[in-house]
Nanobody
Framework: QVQLVESGGGLVQPGGSLRLSCAAS????????MRWYRQAPGKQREMVAV???????KYADSVKGRFTITRENAKNTVYLQMNSLKPEDTAVYSC???????????????WGQGTQVTVSS
């Protein structure tokens, strides 16, 4: 099935920035929505941002104005630009994408393995 590969996580000081990337690989695919989720220890996983195939976006209130989700359809890649990071942003960030795998003629809903983002002094 379609595989998602994430990168860009790491340790950053409060107020700093990080840019996460997630690339979808496979045969011929048509991606619908691409999403970023995060989960902190002891907390439920939450969706922080979503972008449609047409470029429409939504954000969780906690990140609105600080995070920006974008995508490059030609590269099957979604990005999450994170600015003004706070300690409470610390979590494992995972990407998700759904659509159609044309090569195998089937729907897909795939997840990345997750990348750690730690905001601390």
């Amino acid at each position: 099935q379609v595989q998602l590969v994430e990168s860009g996580g790491g340790l950053v000081q409060p107020g700093g920035s990080l840019r996460l990337s997630c690339a979808a690989s496979g045969r011929l695919i048509s991606i619908n929505n691409m999403r970023w989720y995060r989960q902190a220890p002891g907390k439920q996983r939450e969706m922080v941002a979503v972008i449609s195939s047409g470029g429409s976006t939504k954000y969780a209130d906690s990140v609105k104005g600080r995070f920006t989700i974008t995508r490059e359809n030609a590269k099957n890649t979604v990005y999450l630009q994170m600015n003004s990071l706070k300690p409470e942003d610390t979590a494992v960030y995972s990407c998700n994408a759904d659509g159609i795998d044309v090569g195998n003629w089937e729907n897909f809903n795939s997840w990345g393995q997750g990348t750690q983002v730690t905001v601390s002094s």
